[in-house]
């Protein structure tokens, strides 16, 4: 939440906004001040003055973050273009809501961000346009303090729509009932990000840069990585069906031509794992049903690790035929060898449950038309063709990256124009929140590069939901 100095307008938007984005000389000049400003916050030597020309002519959002906690977030429209900047960084700096940056001087990121194109909207129009993770929220009320909610708030908090305007109904000091006495905006921000510690911008496109942010996840031994928390670093290295989100990483890197021998290693190491698990000795994170075994056995299967035969006994198992998502998973690894029961299965519980991805890629494997046909429609009614979130695919309304990324694998292969725009559209949702630069100041570069979230405002990275992303964008629109 930013706290701002400014001047109450009931009828316009209650900050200096941008009508365009920041022009290159801009960011230049932000960038530059926010660098010194940085130094100068370690020493108290040289104040750096910002008499040029060439700032954004807008009210800066300063927000100051170190180890991935806020420490502070101010605006204010006070004095010229460059000098409201170096006040929102010192009315941040000592933003008494939060702790101090004492200690932490050395490992401060700054996120500078401006409003753009502001558009009034009422309450319900708002809820049904607001994109949580994108968007900010402007407010504006006789009595109350004006408010802008930024992105980084519904993202730091996982918040959805309801969650954010009650979040600005709290900050503005009235009910959520009274907002519709003010005045509601919805607009983007230019943002750039000011690290005390450098970091050098990757070049390298979508596709390379996950590929890369996959092969970290892979150890010494060839064991991968669960996933992380970009804010503060730390790691899982096991997590629920590990086995089978690590095959899918392995199958990722192995298609994508990265690191060869640590793919060799890796597999390796996961069929290791499953012949312990087989054999009764279980490994951290293997599943514990038999539904959930052979979808790690039919997941490796298609990784290239040699299961066919372990697989083959296992989908006669007749419990798995109560599984269809994972039974499906069976069918496409072994194809004809797969027993026609099982396939039966899939197909009929495609009357309770049409959205199928697996189902999907089975029926393409095997020739099956009409049910090819039938669960390709369902999953482009599921790719959302208008915004919010575009392209995006989910059963909330905050769509998951891995199941947008596996709707792609599942369409891989249609070429009818309904299929190829929805492809289109789903790979520049997936690019859209890849967490590539600008980075955000809340998240280490180091460890959140090239990586997915599995939502727009859930930043936790899992390496199978960046491997579904690296397939995805492979599809070819």
């Known amino acids: 939440m930013a706290r701002a100095q400014t001047r109450l307008s009931l009828n316009a938007f209650p900050f200096g906004a941008l009508s365009r984005p920041l022009t290159k000389t801009e960011r230049t000049r932000v960038q530059g001040h926010v660098t010194k400003l940085l130094a100068w916050q370690r020493t108290l030597i040289r104040w750096p003055s910002a008499r040029a020309a060439g700032f954004p002519a807008a009210v800066p959002f300063v927000s100051i973050y170190a180890g991935g906690r806020l420490l502070g977030c101010f605006g204010t429209p006070e004095g010229s273009a460059a000098e409201r900047l170096s006040r929102a960084f010192l009315l941040a700096l000592h933003d008494g809501r939060f702790a101090s940056p004492a200690g932490q001087r050395d490992a401060l990121a700054i996120e500078v961000a401006y409003p753009r194109s502001p558009v009034r909207l009422n309450r319900l129009e708002l809820e049904s346009a607001l994109e949580p993770g994108h968007h900010a929220i402007g407010f504006a009320k006789s009595g109350a303090p004006p408010v802008l909610l930024l992105p980084s708030v519904a993202r730091d908090g996982g918040l959805e729509v309801q969650a954010n305007l009650e979040l600005v109904a709290r900050k503005a000091g009235v009910t959520p009932d009274a907002l519709a006495e003010g005045a509601l905006f919805v607009c983007e921000m ?144 072994l194809g004809k060898d797969a027993p026609p029961a099982l396939w039966r299965a899939c197909v009929t519980d495609l009357a309770a449950t049409p959205w199928a991805p697996w189902t999907c890629m089975a029926a393409r494997a095997l020739g099956d038309g009409p049910t090819l046909a039938r669960t390709t429609r369902a999953l482009l009614a599921s790719v959302r063709s208008t915004e919010p979130y575009r392209g995006g695919v989910g059963k909330t309304s905050t769509p998951e990256l891995a199941l947008t990324a596996v709707v792609v694998e599942a369409l891989a292969g249609d070429e009818s124009r309904a299929a190829l725009g929805a492809i289109r559209d789903a790979q520049a949702f997936l690019r859209r929140w890849q967490h590539v630069d600008p980075i955000p100041a809340a998240y280490a570069p180091e460890v959140a590069r090239g990586g997915f979230p599995l939502a727009p405002i859930a930043p936790l990275q899992r390496a199978d939901v960046t491997a579904h992303a690296l397939r995805a964008l492979s599809v070819p629109a």
């Open 190 to 333: 230019e943002t750039l990000v000011v690290r005390a510690r450098p970091h050098v911008a990757s070049k390298l496109d979508s596709r390379e840069q996950a590929a890369r942010w996959l092969a970290r996840r892979i150890d010494g031994a060839g064991g991968i990585e669960f996933g992380c928390d970009p804010r503060t670093g730390q790691r899982a290295l096991r997590g629920e069906f590990h086995h089978g989100r690590s095959a899918i990483v392995i199958r990722a890197l192995d298609e994508h031509g990265t690191e060869p021998a640590l793919v060799r290693r890796a597999k390796r190491c996961l069929l290791a794992e499953i012949r312990a698990g087989l054999r009764g000795t279980a490994p951290p994170g293997w599943p514990r049903s038999v539904p959930e075994v052979a979808g790690t056995l039919a997941l490796a299967l298609m990784a290239g690790v040699d299961v066919r035969r372990e697989l083959a006994a296992l989908a006669k198992h007749r419990h798995l035929a109560r599984v269809p998502w994972h039974a499906a998973q069976v069918v496409l690894a």
